[in-house]
């Protein structure tokens, strides 16, 4: 512990600490008029014990890499991790009354707009992923001593990814991560399924391989035990299972159902903090900060990206390959540039061929099995902690972790997420292996770069464009084999697109990437044949997207657009372009797959989908003769 | 069982049964040239103790709603399945030579366009949710002896939606549904976590509250003894934890690793047959079906729709009221009118107002608690089985669930989801609460039918709208009250929007839905008092969308149109009216939220990311001015 005195004063600091956490959330929740006292109020004890007697961190400076990192997964108790920080003295208290007001960073869930908060929480069951991505970077990539506690709520541990995380951490055997669910009984609208049931919370966390502790969450004895035992095991993580109440220390709401997100009225508030203020033993000054040990971390900082510059290996008219093995060259590459470069795959190595990077970088490859949900948590985590992760799976599969993604983009975080086999053009497996929603999902996150390449040439560079690039990042790829459309030293840059064959009597322009640009060029071909020359462009960056390019073709052409993708209808590449040229007069046709798809070769499916060559040439035909 | 004759004569029988299954899985892949045949060759013997001694119903009338119900999780392993129903008579085994092609039913991955498969599977980890909301429907709605049997991979059993599906279904008791894990030890790309280590299989499922059976998954002898258990078990699910190996019976590729998802070559194919064929004892003939006792189910078939005319009780002028707290209420109307209809909440009952449903149709709302996605899998489990299911939650918390929608949308099931808090028009609470995706995703899905109503009045006719329409589909609801803009006597329709403001000198057309109409009409009433005429849309049906009144009404303000949405750029209300314009000559000014939000006022937070009334007269005239 930190400060030279007795067992006893300790106790009573932290009793004093419990109270004073109790008194700021009500008085920071009731200023504000809204949050979730009663969920601050079960915690009080846990995050006391946490804050000023387990953790070793810098007050003052909350971004130290080398202070134990708290995850505060219930991410609604946000006042009291904000009272703990002010406690422990890195802001004034009276900031806590500024709670959810638009100019202050305290918002209603935490954000990393503060600085001692790695990643957004709100949405249950994602902190322990997080968590788990955060262990793992100390124990395995910086072999630091940074312990990681992440405290859940015990309605959010009926979310599954909590034992996707849970298993792949003991899988792992992350004994530097302590987890603590407060089990406070109630849910928003009801009790949970397992209210009191610490035995079974116990009998599950031990068959998922955790060392679990039972305690009374509000005994500081009992939390500092169990914490201690954490410490000492070194081959698994640990749980503390500690029994809470809801609105604990608050007359006539404690342990009541129909008090979540609420706010005590302001008398109510006055009678509840006069009666903890009477509790208080006025020990808490006693407490001083338990500093981190410095580790080598901080001597490791990542390199600048201007090593990340090696070659493309493919030259036009060679061997065709998928822009996702590709991806795939391009990271393992990127991978002895970039140290700060780690990969996760969701048990498709083989497919995406991420296994490449594990030969090069075994120990910067994480498998993270059939998990996309934790696969994004962990990589969420390492984010957090200055790597640059790559996490890739089938683009249909990066449905599963859609709300992670969500939440990836509002912690702005720098992560890139591939997904490979989009679209009917993967061919026998059928629509559920087809990713036909993946642009709608990810550019509708509005800080996210989506790129999505054509051949090899373009996949590679968009690796290293997105590595590059600070921030959250997806990589749209295919599984056919495609030609090789650029040479190695053809620029590409995010925001930009590639005009691919232009003529001063174009009548039309079209616009496609990935797999529907080489539709776009037989359809180039036909059309010459009947004497309809059109303008191509290979999209190739979804967002940005290259709006003074396409503005500037579709009125060399008259304004006439044909757009074509391997995507849905909504929320794809037509819908971008037709969003850049909104204040155009412009008229486009957009083709893409308009129906659900189903089994068959690839080159029958883009026919049958109404996106392949043939179909293109008559869009180009119609929206011209529309205009005679 | 089903036939007069001796245990051993049926022992033979199945082993038979389960030979001839490898047979038809290698054959049928080989000749499709892809495909995972050892996938199929793990479960044949599993597969054929239920289909040919477990299981009754009816081969030649698969969709006979009194057989018992089988869900392959593992989709991938669809060729042991079609095998399965040809070997039981449902159609001749040649069919199964079709498997994967464009012209055949018999998809990569089992879709409902075949009448013994109820979900589309292949995206791994949802069948058992799947197989719960079927098990609940027999169990507690029907009330029938119906059982339901689930076969899932081991490396699916990683997913979280798995252990969500588990701890509800043990939960409420669900004894007559029994999951069978195919532990083969080999995921695609490498071992599972697991591997054959049955031991923790039996730990963790027991934990969740399952009777954990262990067998060997080629005897079957142990298989009859484990479902002859699971059958006398009254109070809990069972789940058969079966040790298997990948492509048992093919010699030098049994138990090997890279051989999943892979179809042996011709040569290899031939000598695997001929040596399955040696093992054949001549004894399948003796097989007939095992019938299901037919139940009352029949005659409960669901009303007509005509009965769904409740009218809406609110009055234009009147209490102001929320589009969350309408859809409760239309819903608990529709819970008189419709006993199709159940309703499903992920532990936000008295957010999104469900417990309104509750209170009127107690024994058809079902706690979801905080699992999303299993949440949803109950759902489409329901919906199967000829429920109309509405699951609702924080617009936000859907996407937790979007890999099940994206499959609901493939398997064209009759599910509605609801979200609440959509936008940033939530306040306080932050962006993790915010749906500001929800469009994209939901609209991406082409078969979905996606509402978005702007009051009280129009968010009540939505839901029956919904209801009345078969087909998935999306209804978005807001948080803050809102005034009544209709009368309980106006008409809406899926397809149609309202004309709100009109003029024959009107300059620009402004499209809003849900919380911006409000705005867009504060805008109307500011652009009024400046001599700017404008004509307002209420949307209301996202998709389809009304491109006929559209195109009228921009080509009746000379093509100037500002659209304005609570929801990111990318996906929403903009792109989808610039889509139904897309060959208009019109010139479009989407206003949307072009930024991660934070917590704030409602209506501070509208003005902020630039959705409130005096964006929306800026943009008119700007978009004005540029035209002079």
């Known amino acids: 512990m930190a400060i030279q005195t007795s067992e006893q004063t300790l106790l009573k600091v932290l009793e004093d600490k419990a109270t004073r956490l109790r008194i700021d959330s009500v008085r920071a929740t009731t200023e504000a008029a809204s949050g979730h006292p009663t969920s601050c109020a079960s915690a009080a004890e846990i995050v006391s014990v946490l804050f000023y007697s387990v953790m070793r961190y810098d007050p003052h400076d909350p971004r130290n890499p080398d202070n134990d990192v708290f995850v505060l997964s219930k991410g609604h108790a946000a006042p009291v991790l904000y009272a703990a920080w002010a406690e422990a003295g890195a802001f004034p208290r009276e900031k806590l009354l500024t709670l959810r007001r638009i100019d202050s960073d305290l918002e209603g869930h935490p954000t990393p707009r ?38 859940l709520g015990d309605g959010e541990s009926a979310e599954g990814s909590v034992w996707e995380a849970a298993q792949w951490a003991a899988h792992r055997g992350l004994s530097n991560l302590c987890a603590t669910i407060d089990i406070n009984r109630l849910g928003q609208s009801q009790p949970t399924m397992l209210e009191h049931h610490l035995e079974i919370y116990k009998a599950r966390w031990e068959a998922f391989g955790w060392q679990a502790l039972t305690v009374d969450g509000h005994s500081i004895p009992e939390l500092l035990g169990a914490y201690e035992k954490a410490r000492l095991t070194t081959d698994r993580p640990t749980i503390v299972l500690a029994r809470t109440l809801k609105g604990k220390g608050f007359a006539g709401i404690e342990d009541h159902e129909n008090w979540h997100g609420k706010a005590l009225d302001k008398d109510t508030a006055a009678k509840a903090v006069s009666s903890l203020e009477k509790k208080l033993l006025g020990a808490d000054g006693e407490w001083k900060p338990n500093f981190p040990a410095s580790s080598p971390r901080s001597a490791k900082a990542g390199p600048a990206s201007r090593t990340l510059t090696a070659k493309p290996p493919y030259a036009i008219g060679g061997k065709e390959v998928a822009t996702r093995k590709a991806f795939a060259d391009a990271l393992a590459a990127l991978a002895k540039a970039d140290p700060r470069v780690v990969a996760l795959d969701g048990d498709v190595k083989n497919s995406t061929y991420t296994e490449e990077f594990e030969r090069v970088a075994p120990d910067r490859f994480f498998e993270a099995y059939i998990e996309e949900q934790n696969m994004t948590g962990i990589a969420m985590g390492l984010a957090a ?8 799976t089938f683009a249909c599969f990066l449905t599963r972790a859609y709300d992670f993604i969500r939440m990836a983009a509002i912690s702005h975080l720098n992560i890139k997420f591939v997904g490979t086999h989009a679209g009917v053009s993967i061919g026998e497996d059928g629509p ?44 749209r790829t295919g599984r056919p084999n495609t030609p090789i459309l650029y040479g190695p030293d053809e620029e590409f840059a995010i925001g930009k697109c590639r005009i691919l064959r232009k003529s001063d009597q174009d009548k039309a322009l079209l616009v496609a990437a990935g797999v529907t640009v080489f539709e776009a060029l037989e359809a180039y071909n036909e059309l010459q044949k009947n004497g309809i020359p059109v303008r191509v462009i290979d999209l190739f960056s979804i967002q940005p997207i290259d709006r003074a390019t396409l503005i500037e073709s579709a009125r060399a052409v008259g304004g006439l657009v044909v757009t074509v993708e391997d ?44 996106i392949s060559a043939p179909h293109i040439v008559n869009a180009v035909k119609t929206i011209i003769s529309r205009e005679r």
């Open 385 to 392: 902690r200055g790597k640059v992760p790559f996490a890739s």
């Open 567 to 610: 995507h849905y209808v909504h929320g794809g590449l037509g819908d971008a372009v037709l969003s850049a040229l909104a204040q155009e007069s412009v008229k486009v046709s957009k083709l893409a797959v308009g129906s659900i798809p189903r089994s068959g070769k690839a080159k029958e499916l883009l026919d049958e989908f109404g």
């Open 432 to 475: 559920s292996q087809m990713g036909l929603e993946d642009l709608a999902m990810m550019a509708a996150e509005p800080n996210f770069t989506v790129l999505y390449p054509s051949d090899a040439t373009s996949a590679w560079k968009a690796v290293f464009l997105l590595a590059e690039r600070a921030g959250p990042g997806y990589l």
């Open 114 to 151: 503060l600085p001692f908060v790695d990643v957004a929480t709100g949405s249950l069951g994602q902190g322990l992923s997080v968590g788990v991505g955060i262990a793992l970077n100390a124990k395995e990539l910086e072999h630091s001593n940074q312990r990681v506690f992440v405290l």
